[in-house]
């Protein structure tokens, strides 16, 4: 990408990289007919809704936010059931009846539990603290993204705008050598002119020529430079509206640090995002602490079983059973009634009625010795904290640094306009004069020549300083946490 604004050398060197894509072809005109105009803001909506670094940041922003009601359904408590079935061979135990039976049988079983934390050193609280947290913190950083893509567009929107007024300029340029031109063959038509005076006139022209050919391809790049922070095709048909007045709101001149670094502090995301990221690490910290802590627990369970081997009592058969007794030495015959069961498969609806049980209890667990590995935990978790707050230090002081930059590069950008507007009027008016002498003949067309370009090299000094002090003041309007407009 071809930044007007890191250009310190030459003011032809951009146009001199650009050369080497001069394969690439402008708009027709008939593309020109059917383009849609994009407004700067426009622009950052589109870049901002079709960037696959939001799309990622949205997706962290979601699991945030299923984190956070992971922690806060911690305090409900669980409920799980389960299922099983089997087939037992051999001497083995009947669940429906509780007796040993040697003989292949079918049985299933059905088994609900559920589980509270009653208290566990007030992790649950910190852990929903902290989810909330992170979720908000992971909100900033969506947010400072934004605004990075917001000024990157703007970037390449200023960009393709000074290309633009660039273009116009080669032309003005190449029409005023044509028209020079023009007149000087007049000259030569009636012997005030030497006919080798047309020689540089021509040469300025192929250099006017060159210039406004690289000028064109400049601006080709420069849209294709917006296209792709877009995500548009290339020979996506599209242009972009001039603002003919950029309208400033503030003077870097005015500004003092402490005013700019101040308001960056209140507005930046990146900022309260670190701060966030502080309280997250306490809070880790204290969920790491309550692992010290005893944990209390309330559980609950119900169960039921079902055996195809499960019988119930169906009734009774009364038998009469004969008994040989010596009655006074005498042989008789004592009858007596028992009652026999009558066992009958039990259905499986009954089965699982009637073995239904149910308990519930409390559990306590004490941590005594785990291998420092509680103790541990809280020690990574106070590093945790320092971490954080180093990062957030650190995160102050680039922006310290970059608003001092900022503030400094508008100030100079300021300063560089104002020469440079001062140097461009100096030329005019030597070129003007320039221009009446070589009428009369009493300067050549060389030193005609000479002038012109020094006029062209005001010309694009000029242009790159308006562009340059526009985009450092909407830079600081940035820090400042005004909305990027044209």
Known sequence: MINIFNITTHPYRYLQLALSMVFILGLTQNKLQAQEIWSLQQCITHAIDNSLQIEGSEIALQNAEITRKIALQSRIPNLNGGTNVGWNF?????????????????????????????????????????????????????????????????????????????????????????????????????????????????????????????????????????????????????????????????????????????????????????????????????????????????????????????????????????????????????????PSPILADTPYGNQVRDNLSYGFGFSLNVPIYNNYINKGNVQRAKLGIKNANITLDQTKETLKITVGQALADARAAKARLDASTKTLNAQNNQYDNALKRFDVGSLNSFDLTRLKTQLETSTVNNLIAKYDFIFRTKVLDFYLGKPLVL
């Open 90 to 338: 051999g001497r083995t135990i009947d669940p429906t009846r509780n007796e040993f039976i040697n003989e292949t049988f079918f049985n299933n079983g059905f088994q609900l539990s559920s589980n509270m934390l009653l208290y566990n050193g007030g992790r649950i609280n910190n852990t929903i603290a902290q989810s909330k947290v992170d979720a908000q913190a992971t909100k900033f950083d969506l947010e400072q993204m934004k605004n990075d893509i917001s000024l990157n567009v703007a970037t390449v929107y200023l960009n393709i705008l000074f290309a633009k007024e660039n273009l116009v300029n080669a032309g003005n340029q190449l029409g005023l050598t044509q028209a020079q031109i023009s007149q000087l063959e007049k000259l030569i038509a009636v012997g005030d002119r030497p006919e080798n005076d047309r020689l540089d006139l021509l040469a300025q022209l192929a250099q006017n020529e060159q210039t406004q050919v690289e000028a064109r391809n400049s601006l080709t790049i420069s849209f294709l430079n917006l296209k792709q922070i877009l995500r548009l095709d290339p020979d996506y048909a599209m242009d972009i509206e001039v603002t003919q007045d950029i309208k400033l709101f503030t003077d870097p001149t005015v500004m003092t640090f402490d005013e700019v670094y101040s308001s960056a502090l209140g507005t930046q995301p990146s900022i309260n995002a670190g701060k966030l990221k502080v309280r997250s690490a306490v809070f880790q910290e204290k969920i790491a602490n309550s692992a010290l802590y005893p944990t209390l627990g309330f559980n609950m369970n119900g169960r039921s079983n079902y055996s195809n081997r499960g019988v119930s009592l169906a009734g009774f058969n009364i038998n009469q059973v004969n008994q040989s007794v010596l009655i006074n030495g005498e042989q008789s015959i004592i009858s007596t009634f028992q």
